[in-house]
């Protein structure tokens, strides 16, 4: 066994197949296969199973790949410190479920690092800390409470939920509205398992308010069209409306259950300078618990 054997089998693991480790590594597709081929020789184990597109791990390999995840993360790690990478640089990946409070941070966090490069990937919630254990991602930002002791987290804010309409809709010229208003009304929703949704349909059962037909969207950006098409009417977080001219976003006075997210990373790399610096933008400059916001233009 060696690390250029574990390396390969790593790549293709990360990547789900040969083709696309090759094309990422700019190396053969031959030298990664005959790399994880004398690794299955040398251990006697079978790592992956073969796939018409592609190759998904075994029970050995996954186990395998929770190692070399750390192996590999460990190594780009000692290289940051022996080469001691320049102040105002570094890479930095993020997973976010929205990109609403990831990007002033990484704006505070480019001020600090002007040759600052980093990834942002937006996912739901559960998505974020699967990306931090599996090691794709460094920092992370939640709006599920972590529960997992290999999670480091700090409180980031509290939002509160609101809805949206058209323009032309004859609410939008309101200031606000009540948990009765909605009784009966048209809905745009995310899909089950959306945290946004979870905590407004805790204040409709708090309320006792039954919604009409509910139109279920996969995405943000989809039922932000949805609504703008005049489905129904959407909800959303707060601080994460941004600004649409197609749209009011109008909040809910007594929708009194919020959100709560969090800044996230792994215990084992919180002392990481990149990771310690974003958590220190995040404090720094992220609006605080109970804002909200009455008109998203005044933001």
């Known amino acids: ?8 089998f790593h790549l293709v693991a990360a990547a ?3 083709s696309q480790a090759a094309r990422e590594m700019a190396v053969s597709q031959s030298t990664l296969s005959a790399h994880v081929r004398q ?4 251990s006697g184990l079978a790592l992956f199973e073969r796939k018409p597109r592609g190759v998904v791990l075994t029970p050995d390999g996954e186990a395998l790949y929770q190692v070399t995840s750390r192996l590999f993360t460990a190594l780009a790690e000692a290289r940051i410190i022996l080469k001691r990478e320049a102040a105002d640089g570094g890479r ?5 479920d929205g990109a609403g409070h990831c990007l002033p941070i990484l704006s505070a966090l480019r001020q600090r690092r002007p040759n600052l490069v980093f990834s942002l990937q937006v996912l739901n919630s559960g998505a974020v800390i699967e990306q931090l254990l599996d090691y794709r991602a460094d920092a992370g930002i939640t709006a599920q409470a972590p529960s997992n002791e290999r999670i480091y987290s700090r409180p980031l804010t509290s939002m509160r939920v ?5 323009k032309e809709h004859s609410w939008a010229r309101r200031g606000r509205l009540r948990m009765k208003d909605l009784e009966g009304c048209a809905f745009v929703l995310r899909e ?3 945290r946004t949704r979870a905590v407004f349909e805790q204040n409709l059962e708090r309320h006792d308010v039954t919604l009409g037909p509910v139109l279920e969207v996969s995405t943000r950006e989809g039922v932000r069209e949805a609504v703008a098409a005049g489905f129904g009417v959407g909800v959303t977080a707060d601080l994460e409306f941004g600004f649409d001219a197609r749209l009011r976003y109008l909040p809910i006075s007594d929708a009194t259950e919020t959100i709560d997210e969090f800044v996230v990373c792994l215990e084992e790399r ?4 990149i990771i310690a610096e974003f958590f220190a933008c995040a404090e720094a400059v992220i609006l605080p618990s109970g804002h909200e916001r009455t008109d998203p233009s005044e933001a």
Do not use: D, I, N
Request: net charge positive; glycine share 12%.
């Open 39 to 42: 690794l299955e020789a040398a």
């Open 192 to 194: 089950r398992g959306s």
């Open 270 to 273: 919180k002392r990481v300078p």
């Open 16 to 18: 789900g197949g040969y």
């Open 1 to 8: 066994m060696s690390v250029t054997q574990l390396r390969a």
């Open 162 to 166: 609101g809805a949206f309409v058209p």
């Open 92 to 96: 930095l990946r993020v997973a976010a």
